[in-house]
C-alpha cells in the first residue's frame, strides 16, 4: 500500500474554491450507492471527497469531471454533504491550472466561444433571434406581460428551434405578450460554472443582469431548467430579483387560468422524464404531469425511476460538451426504461435531455418506436 | 354493525379482552408528584419514500420483523413474506433508519439500540432457520453495552452472515419474485447489486407523538429533538420541581437502562415525599388462610395456551382431558394467558367453588410467574406453597415446535409429573425478619456520593465507605462533559452536601476487612484512619468505580508527548500550551479494549475524544486534529457532537483491528514529531500524520478492588470482571446476592450523567427493601433433622451461602441452617451422609412421586 | 395539571383524610411502558400512593411488541 502524508496546500485551495463541505462526509458510501454513474461504470464521489479533505486529488485526472450534477446523492446524503460544490470546486482548480483530460477538451473551445459570441457553439451573436423570424416573434419592450429567455441550444441547435418556435406558437395562442432579447441574450452561464471556470459564468450573468435591467424586465420565461435553476436560484448572488417561471409551469398557469385550452387529442402512451435542475433540483414535478394529462386519450406512464428518483439523462455539469463513450451514457439506460414502460413518446422539458436522447435514439436504433418530444411542443400541437 | 362497529373481534377473542362499551372517564387526581415515562415511537419510514415502506411488500420495518418472530405475531411465530407467504431465505437488515441523518424528517441522533436490536434479530432469524442469509448494512457497529462487543461477535460469527459498511439504495422490487434489489458501495470493489427476499428497515427512536403537549401541559423544557432537557446533574429531573422523567423520554436508551431510571425517579420522588410514606397506600390483606393438610388432595389443573406459545404446538384440550384422569385431580380447564389478572380471579374463584386445595399451574417457567400464582393461592385462602408450575413451554413447546404429537404427549408427561409430586406438598410457613435501615455505600465517587445522598434524603442513616483521603473518584480527573457540565463545580457541591447531611457518615482511607449477615441485618468491618469500625447495616451499595488502563502501546510511558485522553483532558485544564498550543495532534482509539484480553467498548472514550478535539479548536481552530477510530461510538444524543467536530475541521480516519497505527518519534524539520501511520480504507492508501501530541483512548478498566470486594460481599463478576447484576433487564442495579446492590462504572463503563441515573436507581431499589420493617424469607429452604445429624460438616462445605452453621443443641453440636441465608438450592442435600438435611418444598417424597410417575 | 408541588402542610392535611380519600395519590406516573411500570413497582412497595396512566389501552409499551431483547435473548413479556 502507498504511503502518502496530506497535503494541506491543495486542501486550502479546495477549501478557498468552495469545496470546504468535503469536512462533513462521514464515508457511508450513500453517493455512490445512488449515483447513476456506478450503472455505467465505477466511479465513488465518496473517494473523491476523501482525496480532496487529505489534498490528495488527481488534479489532472478524470474523476472530478465525471459527476453530472444531477443531485441524487446530495438529496440524501445523510451529512448533508453539497457534492455538487466539491466537485465544481475541483474543476475551479483544474481550471486555474488548466489542465483538463482529452474528455475535456471541448470545454476549453466552448468557454472561447462564451466569452466571444455568448454561447457555447460557435455560433454567431447575431443570429440568436434567427429561429423567431419565420414566428413574428417581437423584440421584449417594458410593456410586455413576460420576456421569453430563449436560452443557447433552442437558439441555434436544430432540433431544438422546434421547440422554441412550438413554445412561441402556444404562447400565441394563449395570447401572450411577450418578447425576446435576440443577440442581446446571452448563454446563462449554468454550465460553465458547473464545470469550473467561475469567472466567464460573473461575465455571462453580469452581462445579462444588465440586459434585464436595461430593458425594464420583471418576469421571465425559460425553456431550459439549467436556466431555470442559475437565474432563480444564483443570479440571486448579485443582488436582483427576477420572477422566473418554465414553460412547464407556465403552461399550467395558462390552462389553469383559461387562457389556453387544450382541446386536441394524442391517443399515445406517453412517459414523462424529470429534468435534474427542474425535479431533484427545484421540485417541480406535478406541473408538468398535470399538463400533460390535459391532453385527450394521452395516456401517461411513469418509468421504473421517476420523480426525486429520476435517472440523470447525463448532460448535467458541463457533461453535454464533454465527450462520453456510448457504454457510458445514462440516456441510453433512460430509452430502454421508456421502453420497458411502452412509451411511444418521452417527454421531457430540457433541450440537454432532449439532445441526448435524440443522439441515443439514434444509436439505439428506436426511430421507428419511440418519439423524444418537449413538453411545449406536445400542448402546442393539441392546442387548436 | 351496531353502532357503526363491526364487533367481528369481540366474538373472536378468546380472552375477551374486548369491550366496546368502555369508554373514556376524567378523573382528576391530586399527587405530590409525577413522573414522565412517556418512553418513545418508532420512527415511521412511510414518510421518506426512498426507503420504498409501503411501496414494496417485502420491505418491513424492524418493528414489524418482531412481530413476525414473535410467537404471537401475524404468522405464529413464522418469519414470512407478506407477498407469497414464503419463507424469505435472504435478509437485508438496514440501520440508521430514520437515525443519524440530517435529511428531512429524520433524526440526526443515533437512536443507540438498532445497531444491537438487529444483532438479536439475526440471531433470532438463525434459530428460527439457520441456513437464512442475514446481511447487515451500517456505517458503525455501536456495540456500546455491557456484554454488547461479545453479542455482536455472536451474530457476526453465525455462519452466512456478513456486517457490510455502506448505506444502501432500496434501488427496486423485481416484477415476479417480488425480492428487492439494493446496492451499496465497497472499499474497492465499487458499487454492487445485489437481491434479497425480505428487507428489514432497522428503524431509530422517535420522542413520543404528543410530546409538545405533554410538556405543555406539565411546563417542563424539551430539547430540540424533543426529548426531555436533561439537567446535566441530574437526567432525571426537569425544570419542574416535583415532575421527574425516566426511560427513553430521557433520550433514546435501552430497556435496562429504562429500567434504573425509573428506579431513580421513584427514588427522587421518595426524596420529596418522604414525610408522607406509607399514608395513602392500601396494605393488600389476603384472605385467612384454610388449614387443608387433613383433607384429602384435591387438584385443580390449569393449562395455559400463553398466546399461541404453547397452543400452536401442543394440543391443550387434549392436555385438559388427560389431566382430569389423573388420581387426586378434581379439575382441569384451559386458559389463554394463565398469567392475566382475570385468570388469576378465576383460579381464585373456581378453587373456592370446587374446593380445591392444591393447584398445578401447566404453563411457563417458575422463575418468572411463581410469585403470582403462589399469590393467586394466597387469595383464594391456600398455603401459597400448595402451588405447583409444570413447564410445557420452555421444557416443551418451545423446543420441539416441529414434533407436534410427540410434544403433546410430553406435555402430558410434565403435568402428570406435577400432579404426583402435587399430591405430597406440605405448606410451609415464610418468616419475617426486622430489617436494619441503615444502609453502607462503598464509593465515595459520584455514584456513591450520589447513591448515598439520596438514601439518606429519604431518611436513612448512611455510612459511606471510601479508600482514599478525598471523595469524588474518577470525576476529580474530569472538567467537562460533552454536553457542556462543568465537573467540577458539580463534584465540589456534591461533596459539600455529603458532608452536610447528618445521616451520612464517611470513612476515608478505608478498607473494608470483613463482611458477614444477611439481607436487612448486615455487618462490615472496616479500617479506616487507624481504627476499626463495626458498621450493621441493612443493604449494601457497591459504587468503586474503574481504573484507566495504563497504555504499553504506541510508545506510552516512553514519549513524554503520547498522553491518555484523561490526561490531555487534565493538561487542556490546566492550559499546558505544548499541548492547547500544538500545531498537530492524533488520537488514537480502542487502546487496551475491544481486543482478545479485554473483550468489550469501553463506551465512554469516543465521546472523550470528541469532546476533546472540541475544546481544542475552540481554542486554536486551525490545529489539525486527526481521530483514529474503529467505529465511532457516539450513541444517543453525542451523535450531534460528532458531527459537530467534523464541522470544526476533525479529521475521523477509520482502521481495523489487523492493521492499527503505527507510532514512531522522529525527527522532522528540526523538532521531535510523532510520526503516525494508518491506512484509510477509502483512499487505499496508507496516510503518514505528523504530530506534535498523540493521545490515546486508554481503556476503562475494572477497578483493582473488585474480585476482593466481590469476594467479601459474595457477588458475581461479568466476563469482563466488572459486577455483575443480578438481572440485565430486570434487576439492572442489584446483585443476586439479597440486598446488596450496584451502580456506577463498577458495574460498567458509563458517562456522568448515566451514573447519576444509575445511582439514583439504586438508592430506589435500596429504598424499597429499607422503607420496610422486615423482610419475608422463603419456606423453601433447608432444615436439618438433629436425631439424624451426625455433625460431619460434609453440608457446612457444601453450601455457597455460609447458611450452615454448627450449633450447640442439647442432642450436641448440630448443623443448623440460617433461614435468610438459605437459597434453597439444596446442594447440601446431596452431601449429608444420612438424609439429615433435607430441603422444604422438594423433599424426597415429593420429589421421587414426581419420578415415579415420569 | 398543578405544576408547583403543592405545600407540604396541605398534603399532610389530605393525608389525614387516609386511604378512603381515592382521589388522593402521591405519585402520579405517565406511560405505561418498562420505566413506568417500573417506577411504579418501586413506589408502591417503597409505601407510596401511585396513579399509573397510560394512553394505550394496554400496558408495557415498546417493550410488548418485542420478541426477545437484547442483550440476553429472553422473551419480553
Ligand atoms: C424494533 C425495536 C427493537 C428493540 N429491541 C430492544 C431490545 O432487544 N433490547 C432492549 O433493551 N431495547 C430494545 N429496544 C428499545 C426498547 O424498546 C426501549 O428501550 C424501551 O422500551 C423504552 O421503555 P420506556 O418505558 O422508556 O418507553 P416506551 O416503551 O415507549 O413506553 C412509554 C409508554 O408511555 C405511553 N405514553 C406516551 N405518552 C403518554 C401520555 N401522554 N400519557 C400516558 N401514557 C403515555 C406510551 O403509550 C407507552 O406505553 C428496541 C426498540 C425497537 C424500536
Ligand atoms: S453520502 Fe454523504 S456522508 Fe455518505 S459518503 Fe457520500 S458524501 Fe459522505
Ligand atoms: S450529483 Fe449525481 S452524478 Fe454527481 S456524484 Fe451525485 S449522484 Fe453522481
Ligand atoms: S448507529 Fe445508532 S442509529 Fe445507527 S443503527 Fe446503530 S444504534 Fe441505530
Ligand atoms: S474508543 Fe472506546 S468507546 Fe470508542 S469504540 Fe473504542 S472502546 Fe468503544
Same mark, same amino acid.
Given at each position: 500500500?502507498?504511503?502518502v502524508a496530506?497535503?494541506?496546500e491543495?486542501v486550502d485551495?479546495?477549501?478557498?474554491?468552495?469545496?470546504e463541505?468535503?469536512?462533513m462526509?462521514?464515508?457511508?458510501?450513500l453517493c455512490?450507492?445512488?449515483?447513476?454513474?456506478?450503472r455505467?461504470r465505477?466511479?465513488s464521489?465518496?473517494?473523491?471527497?476523501?482525496?480532496?479533505?487529505?489534498g490528495?486529488t488527481?488534479?489532472?485526472?478524470?474523476?472530478?469531471?465525471?459527476?453530472?450534477?444531477c443531485?441524487?446523492?446530495a438529496?440524501?446524503c445523510? %451529512?448533508?454533504v453539497?457534492?455538487?460544490?466539491?466537485?465544481?470546486?475541483? %474543476?475551479?482548480?483544474a481550471t486555474?491550472?488548466?489542465?483538463?483530460?482529452?474528455?475535456?477538451k471541448p470545454?476549453?473551445?466552448?468557454?472561447?466561444?462564451?466569452v466571444?459570441?455568448?454561447?457555447?457553439?460557435?455560433?454567431?451573436r447575431?443570429?440568436r433571434?434567427d429561429?423567431?423570424k419565420?414566428?413574428?416573434v417581437?423584440?421584449?419592450?417594458e410593456?410586455m406581460e413576460i420576456l421569453?429567455?430563449?436560452?443557447c441550444?433552442?437558439?441555434y441547435?436544430?432540433r431544438?428551434?422546434?421547440?422554441?418556435?412550438?413554445?412561441?406558437?402556444?404562447?400565441?395562442?394563449a395570447g401572450?405578450?411577450?418578447?425576446?432579447?435576440g443577440?442581446k441574450?446571452n448563454c446563462?452561464?449554468?454550465?460553465? %460554472?458547473?464545470?469550473?471556470d467561475?469567472s466567464?459564468?460573473?461575465?455571462l450573468?453580469?452581462?445579462?443582469i444588465?440586459?434585464?435591467?436595461?430593458?425594464?424586465?420583471?418576469?421571465?420565461l425559460?425553456?431550459?431548467?439549467?436556466?431555470?435553476?442559475?437565474?432563480?436560484n444564483?443570479?440571486?448572488?448579485?443582488?436582483?430579483h427576477?420572477?422566473?417561471?418554465?414553460?412547464a409551469?407556465?403552461?399550467?398557469?395558462?390552462?389553469?387560468a383559461?387562457?389556453l385550452?387544450?382541446d386536441?387529442?394524442?391517443?399515445?402512451?406517453?412517459?414523462?422524464?424529470?429534468p435534474c435542475?427542474?425535479? %431533484?433540483h427545484?421540485?417541480?414535478f406535478?406541473?408538468?404531469?398535470?399538463?400533460l394529462?390535459k391532453?385527450?386519450?394521452?395516456?401517461?406512464?411513469?418509468m421504473?425511476?421517476?420523480?426525486?428518483?429520476s435517472?440523470?439523462?447525463?448532460?448535467?455539469?458541463g457533461?453535454?460538451?464533454?465527450?462520453?463513450?456510448?457504454?457510458?451514457r445514462?440516456?441510453?439506460l433512460?430509452?430502454?426504461?421508456?421502453?420497458e414502460v411502452?412509451?411511444?413518446?418521452?417527454?421531457t422539458?430540457?433541450?440537454?435531455?432532449i439532445t441526448n436522447f435524440?443522439?441515443?435514439?439514434?444509436n439505439?436504433e428506436?426511430?421507428?418506436?419511440?418519439?423524444?418530444k418537449?413538453?411545449?411542443e406536445i400542448?402546442n400541437?393539441a392546442?387548436? | 354493525?351496531?353502532?357503526?362497529?363491526?364487533?367481528?373481534?369481540r366474538g373472536v377473542?378468546q380472552?375477551d379482552a374486548?369491550?366496546?362499551?368502555?369508554t373514556?372517564?376524567?378523573?382528576d387526581?391530586n399527587v405530590g408528584?409525577v413522573?414522565?415515562a412517556?418512553?418513545?415511537?418508532?420512527?415511521?419510514p412511510?414518510t421518506?419514500?426512498?426507503y420504498?415502506?409501503?411501496?414494496?411488500?417485502?420491505?418491513?420495518?424492524s418493528m414489524d420483523y418482531?412481530?413476525?418472530l414473535s410467537s404471537?405475531?401475524?404468522?405464529?411465530?413464522e418469519?414470512l413474506?407478506l407477498?407469497?407467504?414464503?419463507?424469505?431465505k435472504?435478509?437485508?437488515?438496514?440501520?440508521?433508519v430514520g437515525?443519524?441523518?440530517l435529511?428531512e424528517?429524520?433524526?440526526?441522533?443515533?437512536s443507540g439500540?438498532?445497531c444491537?436490536?438487529t444483532q438479536?434479530q439475526?440471531i433470532?432469524t438463525?434459530?428460527?432457520d439457520?441456513d437464512?442469509?442475514?446481511t447487515?448494512?451500517?456505517?458503525?457497529?455501536r456495540?456500546f453495552g455491557?456484554?454488547?462487543?461479545?453479542y455482536?461477535?455472536?451474530?457476526?460469527e453465525l455462519?452466512g452472515?456478513r456486517?457490510?459498511?455502506?448505506?444502501?439504495?432500496i434501488?427496486?422490487e423485481l416484477?415476479?419474485?417480488?425480492?428487492v434489489v439494493i446496492?451499496?458501495?465497497t472499499?474497492?470493489a465499487g458499487?454492487?447489486?445485489e437481491?434479497?427476499?425480505l428487507?428489514v428497515?432497522?428503524v431509530g427512536?422517535?420522542p413520543?407523538?404528543?410530546?409538545r403537549?405533554?410538556?405543555?401541559?406539565?411546563g417542563?423544557?424539551l430539547?430540540?429533538h424533543g426529548?426531555?432537557r436533561a439537567?446535566?446533574?441530574?437526567p432525571i429531573a426537569?425544570n419542574?420541581?416535583?415532575?421527574?422523567?425516566?426511560?427513553?423520554f430521557q433520550?433514546?436508551?435501552d430497556?435496562?437502562?429504562?429500567?434504573f431510571?425509573?428506579?431513580g425517579a421513584?427514588?427522587?420522588c421518595g426524596e420529596?415525599?418522604?414525610?408522607?410514606?406509607g399514608k395513602?397506600?392500601?396494605?393488600?390483606?389476603y384472605?385467612?388462610?384454610?388449614?387443608?393438610s387433613f383433607?384429602?388432595?384435591r387438584?385443580?389443573?390449569?393449562?395455559?395456551?400463553?398466546?399461541?406459545n404453547?397452543?400452536?404446538?401442543?394440543?391443550?384440550?387434549?392436555?385438559?382431558e388427560?389431566a382430569?384422569t389423573?388420581p387426586?385431580?378434581?379439575?382441569?380447564?384451559?386458559?389463554?394467558?394463565?398469567?392475566?389478572?382475570?385468570?388469576?380471579q378465576q383460579?381464585t374463584?373456581?378453587a373456592?367453588?370446587?374446593?380445591l386445595?392444591r393447584i398445578?399451574?401447566?404453563?411457563?417457567?417458575?422463575?418468572?410467574?411463581e410469585?403470582?400464582?403462589?399469590?393467586?393461592?394466597?387469595?383464594?385462602?391456600l398455603?401459597?406453597?400448595?402451588c405447583?408450575?409444570?413447564?410445557?413451554?420452555?421444557h416443551c413447546?418451545?423446543?420441539?415446535?416441529?414434533q407436534?404429537?410427540d410434544?403433546t404427549?410430553?406435555?402430558?408427561?410434565?403435568?402428570?409429573?406435577s400432579v404426583?409430586r402435587?399430591?405430597y406438598l406440605e405448606?410451609?410457613q415464610?418468616?419475617d425478619?426486622?430489617?436494619?435501615p441503615?444502609?453502607l455505600?462503598?464509593?465515595g465517587?459520584?455514584?456513591?456520593m450520589?447513591?448515598a445522598?439520596?438514601?439518606?434524603e429519604?431518611g436513612h442513616?448512611?455510612?459511606l465507605?471510601?479508600k482514599?483521603?478525598d471523595?469524588?473518584?474518577?470525576?476529580?480527573?474530569l472538567?467537562?462533559?460533552i454536553?457542556g457540565?462543568?465537573?467540577?463545580?458539580?463534584l465540589?457541591?456534591t461533596?459539600?452536601?455529603?458532608?452536610?447531611n447528618?445521616?451520612?457518615?464517611?470513612?476515608?482511607?478505608?478498607?473494608?476487612?470483613d463482611?458477614s449477615?444477611?439481607l436487612?441485618n448486615?455487618?462490615?468491618?472496616?479500617a479506616t484512619?487507624?481504627r476499626v469500625?463495626?458498621?450493621?447495616y441493612?443493604?449494601?451499595?457497591?459504587?468503586?468505580?474503574?481504573?484507566?488502563?495504563?497504555p504499553?502501546?504506541y510508545?506510552?510511558?516512553?514519549?513524554?508527548k503520547v498522553?491518555?485522553?484523561?490526561?490531555?483532558?487534565?493538561?487542556?485544564a490546566?492550559g499546558?500550551?505544548a499541548?492547547t498550543?500544538a500545531?498537530s495532534?492524533?488520537m488514537?482509539?480502542?487502546?487496551?479494549?475491544?481486543?482478545?484480553e479485554?473483550n468489550?467498548?469501553?463506551?465512554?472514550c469516543?465521546?472523550?475524544?470528541?469532546?476533546?478535539?472540541?475544546?481544542l479548536k475552540?481554542?486554536k481552530?486551525?490545529m489539525?486534529?486527526?481521530?483514529?477510530?474503529?467505529?465511532?461510538?457516539?450513541?444517543?444524543?453525542?451523535?450531534?457532537?460528532y458531527r459537530?467536530?467534523a464541522?470544526?475541521?476533525?479529521?475521523?480516519?477509520?482502521?481495523?483491528?489487523?492493521?492499527?497505527?503505527?507510532?514512531?518519534a522522529?525527527k522532522a524539520?528540526?523538532k521531535d514529531i510523532?510520526?503516525?501511520?494508518v491506512?484509510?480504507?477509502i483512499?487505499?492508501?496508507?496516510?503518514?500524520?505528523?504530530?506534535?501530541?498523540?493521545?490515546?483512548?486508554?481503556?476503562?478498566?475494572?477497578?483493582?478492588?473488585?474480585?476482593?470486594i466481590?469476594g467479601m460481599?459474595?457477588?458475581a463478576?461479568?466476563?469482563?470482571?466488572f459486577?455483575?447484576?443480578?438481572?440485565v433487564?430486570?434487576k439492572?442495579?442489584?446483585f443476586?446476592?439479597?440486598?446488596?446492590?450496584l451502580?456506577?462504572?463498577a458495574?460498567?463503563?458509563?458517562h456522568?450523567?448515566?451514573t447519576?441515573?444509575q445511582?439514583?436507581?439504586?438508592?430506589?431499589?435500596?429504598?424499597?427493601?429499607l422503607?420496610q420493617?422486615?423482610v419475608?424469607?422463603?419456606?423453601?429452604?433447608c432444615?436439618?433433622?438433629e436425631?439424624?445429624?451426625?455433625?460431619?460438616?460434609?453440608?457446612i462445605?457444601?453450601?455457597?451461602y455460609?447458611?450452615?452453621?454448627f450449633?450447640?443443641?442439647?442432642k450436641?453440636?448440630?448443623?443448623?441452617?440460617?433461614?435468610v441465608l438459605?437459597?434453597?438450592d439444596?446442594?447440601?442435600?446431596?452431601?449429608c451422609p444420612?438424609?439429615?438435611?433435607?430441603?422444604?418444598h422438594?423433599?424426597?417424597?415429593?420429589?421421587?412421586s414426581?419420578?415415579?410417575?415420569a | 395539571m398543578e405544576?408547583e408541588?403543592?405545600p !407540604?402542610?396541605?398534603i399532610?392535611q389530605l393525608?389525614?383524610?387516609?386511604?378512603? !380519600?381515592?382521589?388522593?395519590?402521591?405519585?402520579?406516573?405517565v406511560g405505561?411502558? !418498562?420505566?413506568?411500570i417500573?417506577?411504579s413497582l418501586?413506589l408502591?412497595?417503597?409505601?407510596?400512593k401511585?396513579?399509573l !396512566?397510560?394512553?394505550?389501552?394496554s400496558?408495557?409499551?415498546n417493550?410488548?411488541k418485542l420478541?426477545?431483547?437484547f442483550?440476553?435473548?429472553?422473551?419480553?413479556?
Amino acid at each position: 500500500m502507498e504511503t502518502v502524508a496530506p497535503f494541506n496546500e491543495i486542501v486550502d485551495e479546495i477549501k478557498a474554491a468552495g469545496g470546504e463541505i468535503f469536512k462533513m462526509c462521514f464515508q457511508c458510501g450513500l453517493c455512490d450507492s445512488v449515483c447513476p454513474w456506478n450503472r455505467v461504470r465505477p466511479f465513488s464521489m465518496r473517494k473523491l471527497i476523501r482525496e480532496a479533505a487529505f489534498g490528495l486529488t488527481d488534479v489532472e485526472g478524470e474523476e472530478l469531471w465525471l459527476c453530472t450534477t444531477c443531485g441524487n446523492c446530495a438529496l440524501q446524503c445523510p %451529512r448533508q454533504v453539497k457534492q455538487i460544490d466539491i466537485s465544481v470546486s475541483l %474543476r475551479r482548480i483544474a481550471t486555474e491550472y488548466q489542465v483538463f483530460p482529452t474528455s475535456v477538451k471541448p470545454v476549453r473551445t466552448m468557454s472561447g466561444s462564451l466569452v466571444g459570441e455568448g454561447n457555447p457553439l460557435n455560433e454567431a451573436r447575431g443570429k440568436r433571434g434567427d429561429w423567431a423570424k419565420e414566428y413574428g416573434v417581437k423584440p421584449f419592450s417594458e410593456d410586455m406581460e413576460i420576456l421569453y429567455f430563449v436560452g443557447c441550444y433552442l437558439s441555434y441547435d436544430a432540433r431544438l428551434k422546434k421547440v422554441a418556435a412550438a413554445t412561441a406558437e402556444v404562447l400565441k395562442k394563449a395570447g401572450v405578450n411577450f418578447g425576446i432579447l435576440g443577440e442581446k441574450e446571452n448563454c446563462c452561464g449554468e454550465s460553465i %460554472r458547473k464545470a469550473g471556470d467561475e469567472s466567464v459564468f460573473k461575465r455571462l450573468a453580469t452581462d445579462n443582469i444588465k440586459t434585464f435591467i436595461d430593458n425594464g424586465v420583471k418576469k421571465i420565461l425559460v425553456s431550459s431548467p439549467h436556466c431555470y435553476h442559475t437565474l432563480k436560484n444564483e443570479y440571486p448572488e448579485f443582488m436582483v430579483h427576477f420572477e422566473i417561471v418554465h414553460v412547464a409551469q407556465y403552461l399550467a398557469e395558462l390552462i389553469a387560468a383559461g387562457r389556453l385550452k387544450v382541446d386536441g387529442e394524442l391517443a399515445k402512451k406517453v412517459t414523462y422524464h424529470d429534468p435534474c435542475y427542474l425535479g %431533484r433540483h427545484n421540485d417541480i414535478f406535478d406541473e408538468p404531469r398535470e399538463v400533460l394529462g390535459k391532453v385527450g386519450k394521452l395516456e401517461l406512464v411513469e418509468m421504473a425511476d421517476s420523480r426525486k428518483k429520476s435517472l440523470c439523462c447525463g448532460g448535467g455539469g458541463g457533461r453535454i460538451w464533454m465527450e462520453t463513450a456510448n457504454s457510458e451514457r445514462f440516456s441510453n439506460l433512460r430509452l430502454e426504461q421508456a421502453r420497458e414502460v411502452g412509451a411511444e413518446i418521452l417527454v421531457t422539458a430540457c433541450p440537454y435531455c432532449i439532445t441526448n436522447f435524440e443522439e441515443s435514439r439514434l444509436n439505439l436504433e428506436l426511430g421507428e418506436v419511440l418519439e423524444i418530444k418537449d413538453i411545449s411542443e406536445i400542448i402546442n400541437d393539441a392546442v387548436k | 354493525m351496531k353502532e357503526d362497529k363491526c364487533d367481528i373481534c369481540r366474538g373472536v377473542c378468546q380472552a375477551d379482552a374486548i369491550d366496546f362499551r368502555q369508554t373514556p372517564k376524567k378523573r382528576d387526581i391530586n399527587v405530590g408528584a409525577v413522573i414522565l415515562a412517556v418512553g418513545i415511537e418508532p420512527f415511521d419510514p412511510k414518510t421518506k419514500d426512498e426507503y420504498g415502506y409501503g411501496r414494496m411488500e417485502n420491505v418491513v420495518t424492524s418493528m414489524d420483523y418482531e412481530r413476525l418472530l414473535s410467537s404471537t405475531g401475524p404468522f405464529a411465530g413464522e418469519v414470512l413474506r407478506l407477498s407469497d407467504k414464503k419463507h424469505p431465505k435472504k435478509i437485508a437488515w438496514i440501520q440508521c433508519v430514520g437515525s443519524r441523518r440530517l435529511t428531512e424528517g429524520e433524526n440526526s441522533y443515533c437512536s443507540g439500540v438498532c445497531c444491537t436490536y438487529t444483532q438479536k434479530q439475526v440471531i433470532l432469524t438463525k434459530g428460527h432457520d439457520a441456513d437464512v442469509d442475514c446481511t447487515i448494512f451500517h456505517n458503525d457497529i455501536r456495540a456500546f453495552g455491557k456484554d454488547f462487543e461479545r453479542y455482536f461477535q455472536r451474530a457476526e460469527e453465525l455462519p452466512g452472515t456478513r456486517f457490510i459498511r455502506s448505506y444502501v439504495a432500496i434501488d427496486r422490487e423485481l416484477p415476479e419474485s417480488k425480492n428487492v434489489v439494493i446496492k451499496y458501495a465497497t472499499n474497492d470493489a465499487g458499487v454492487k447489486e445485489e437481491e434479497f427476499d425480505l428487507v428489514v428497515l432497522s428503524v431509530g427512536l422517535n420522542p413520543p407523538e404528543n410530546f409538545r403537549e405533554l410538556a405543555d401541559k406539565f411546563g417542563i423544557d424539551l430539547n430540540h429533538h424533543g426529548f426531555s432537557r436533561a439537567i446535566h446533574s441530574n437526567p432525571i429531573a426537569t425544570n419542574q420541581p416535583g415532575i421527574f422523567v425516566s426511560g427513553a423520554f430521557q433520550g433514546p436508551t435501552d430497556i435496562p437502562e429504562s429500567v434504573f431510571t425509573a428506579s431513580g425517579a421513584g427514588a427522587q420522588c421518595g426524596e420529596l415525599l418522604d414525610y408522607r410514606r406509607g399514608k395513602l397506600a392500601n396494605e393488600r390483606v389476603y384472605p385467612e388462610e384454610r388449614d387443608v393438610s387433613f383433607e384429602e388432595p384435591r387438584i385443580g389443573v390449569f393449562v395455559c395456551h400463553c398466546g399461541a406459545n404453547i397452543s400452536s404446538v401442543v394440543n391443550v384440550p387434549a392436555t385438559v382431558e388427560y389431566a382430569l384422569t389423573l388420581p387426586n385431580v378434581v379439575y382441569a380447564q384451559e386458559q389463554l394467558f394463565s398469567c392475566a389478572t382475570n385468570s388469576a380471579q378465576q383460579i381464585t374463584d373456581l378453587a373456592k367453588e370446587k374446593g380445591l386445595n392444591r393447584i398445578v399451574i401447566a404453563a411457563c417457567s417458575p422463575r418468572t410467574l411463581e410469585p403470582l400464582f403462589r399469590d393467586t393461592l394466597r387469595e383464594a385462602g391456600l398455603n401459597q406453597y400448595y402451588c405447583d408450575m409444570a413447564n410445557i413451554r420452555e421444557h416443551c413447546s418451545w423446543v420441539h415446535t416441529k414434533q407436534k404429537e410427540d410434544a403433546t404427549r410430553k406435555a402430558k408427561d410434565i403435568v402428570r409429573m406435577s400432579v404426583a409430586r402435587t399430591r405430597y406438598l406440605e405448606p410451609l410457613q415464610e418468616f419475617d425478619l426486622p430489617v436494619n435501615p441503615r444502609a453502607l455505600v462503598v464509593g465515595g465517587g459520584i455514584a456513591g456520593m450520589t447513591t448515598a445522598l439520596s438514601i439518606a434524603e429519604q431518611g436513612h442513616e448512611v455510612e459511606l465507605i471510601e479508600k482514599n483521603n478525598d471523595l469524588g473518584g474518577m470525576a476529580r480527573r474530569l472538567h467537562t462533559t460533552i454536553e457542556g457540565m462543568e465537573v467540577q463545580p458539580f463534584l465540589k457541591e456534591t461533596i459539600r452536601k455529603v458532608y452536610a447531611n447528618p445521616l451520612i457518615h464517611v470513612s476515608h482511607n478505608a478498607k473494608i476487612t470483613d463482611v458477614s449477615g444477611f439481607l436487612g441485618n448486615f455487618s462490615a468491618t472496616v479500617a479506616t484512619e487507624g481504627r476499626v469500625k463495626k458498621i450493621e447495616y441493612g443493604a449494601a451499595v457497591l459504587a468503586i468505580g474503574a481504573d484507566e488502563y495504563q497504555p504499553s502501546e504506541y510508545l506510552y510511558g516512553e514519549n513524554d508527548k503520547v498522553f491518555t485522553h484523561l490526561e490531555i483532558g487534565e493538561e487542556i485544564a490546566a492550559g499546558n500550551e505544548a499541548v492547547t498550543r500544538a500545531d498537530s495532534l492524533v488520537m488514537i482509539q480502542c487502546v487496551g479494549c475491544r481486543n482478545e484480553e479485554r473483550n468489550y467498548c469501553s463506551r465512554v472514550c469516543c465521546s472523550h475524544a470528541v469532546k476533546n478535539a472540541l475544546k481544542l479548536k475552540a481554542n486554536k481552530p486551525e490545529m489539525e486534529i486527526y481521530i483514529l477510530f474503529r467505529d465511532m461510538r457516539t450513541y444517543g444524543l453525542r451523535e450531534d457532537y460528532y458531527r459537530d467536530a467534523a464541522e470544526m475541521g476533525v479529521k475521523f480516519i477509520r482502521f481495523e483491528m489487523d492493521d492499527q497505527p503505527q507510532v514512531e518519534a522522529v525527527k522532522a524539520g528540526g523538532k521531535d514529531i510523532l510520526r503516525v501511520s494508518v491506512p484509510d480504507l477509502i483512499l487505499g492508501k496508507r496516510l503518514e500524520l505528523d504530530a506534535d501530541i498523540v493521545s490515546l483512548a486508554a481503556a476503562v478498566v475494572p477497578a483493582a478492588a473488585t474480585a476482593e470486594i466481590a469476594g467479601m460481599f459474595k457477588v458475581a463478576l461479568s466476563p469482563d470482571e466488572f459486577f455483575k447484576e443480578a438481572h440485565v433487564k430486570l434487576k439492572p442495579v442489584e446483585f443476586a446476592a439479597d440486598g446488596v446492590y450496584l451502580c456506577g462504572t463498577a458495574h460498567y463503563p458509563k458517562h456522568i450523567q448515566e451514573t447519576i441515573n444509575q445511582a439514583y436507581g439504586a438508592a430506589g431499589r435500596v429504598l424499597t427493601l429499607l422503607s420496610q420493617d422486615t423482610v419475608t424469607a422463603s419456606g423453601s429452604i433447608c432444615e436439618v433433622h438433629e436425631d439424624d445429624c451426625v455433625s460431619c460438616g460434609a453440608c457446612i462445605t457444601a453450601c455457597s451461602y455460609d447458611a450452615i452453621e454448627f450449633k450447640q443443641t442439647d442432642k450436641g453440636r448440630k448443623a443448623w441452617v440460617n433461614p435468610v441465608l438459605c437459597k434453597g438450592d439444596g446442594l447440601c442435600n446431596a452431601k449429608c451422609p444420612t438424609n439429615a438435611i433435607v430441603l422444604k418444598h422438594f423433599t424426597d417424597a415429593e420429589l421421587l412421586s414426581q419420578i415415579d410417575a415420569a | 395539571m398543578e405544576n408547583e408541588v403543592l405545600p !407540604v402542610d396541605k398534603i399532610q392535611q389530605l393525608c389525614q383524610g387516609g386511604s378512603g !380519600v381515592s382521589d388522593f395519590g402521591d405519585v402520579l406516573v405517565v406511560g405505561g411502558g !418498562v420505566s413506568g411500570i417500573q417506577a411504579s413497582l418501586d413506589l408502591a412497595t417503597a409505601g407510596f400512593k401511585v396513579y399509573l !396512566v397510560e394512553t394505550g389501552p394496554s400496558i408495557g409499551g415498546n417493550m410488548a411488541k418485542l420478541d426477545k431483547t437484547f442483550p440476553t435473548n429472553d422473551c419480553s413479556m
